[in-house]
Nanobody, 125 residues
């Protein structure tokens, strides 16, 4: 059974930093794309960043240059380093992964089958 568990959210001031973690279990971690999405109140879930099994990263324009996605295959964990945080980054952040190995994943949340429970990030102005 695949499980994704996020941690690391919290409350920070504008300009601050947070590092989110997502621990995966239940299958061979290195073979699967991992992504981060976020959802603010009354808004649709939106793509943040993705790191495919190949390691090539991609980011939403709104976070490019401020956020960094990375993974540690030995620890079965994907990270999201968030710097220069803005109030508009406030949301629940989710990690996600598709059920099929060796695919890119992309920005469409419907392509992802497994989701964590989410972690709240709040950026105060």
């Amino acid at each position: 059974q695949v499980q994704l568990v996020e941690s690391g959210g919290g409350l920070v001031h504008t300009g601050g930093s947070l590092k989110l973690s997502c621990a995966a279990s239940g299958r061979t971690f290195r073979a699967y794309t991992m992504a981060w999405f976020r959802q603010a109140p009354e808004k649709e879930r939106e793509f943040v960043a993705v790191i495919p099994w190949s390691g090539d990263t991609s980011y939403a324009d709104s976070v490019k240059g401020r956020f960094t996605i990375s993974k540690d295959n030995a620890k079965n964990t994907v990270y999201l380093q968030m710097n220069s945080l803005k109030p508009e980054d406030t949301a629940v952040y989710y990690c996600a992964s598709p059920k099929t190995a060796y695919i890119q994943g992309g920005i469409d949340p419907s392509r992802y089958n497994y989701w964590g429970q989410g972690t709240q990030v709040t950026v105060s102005s």
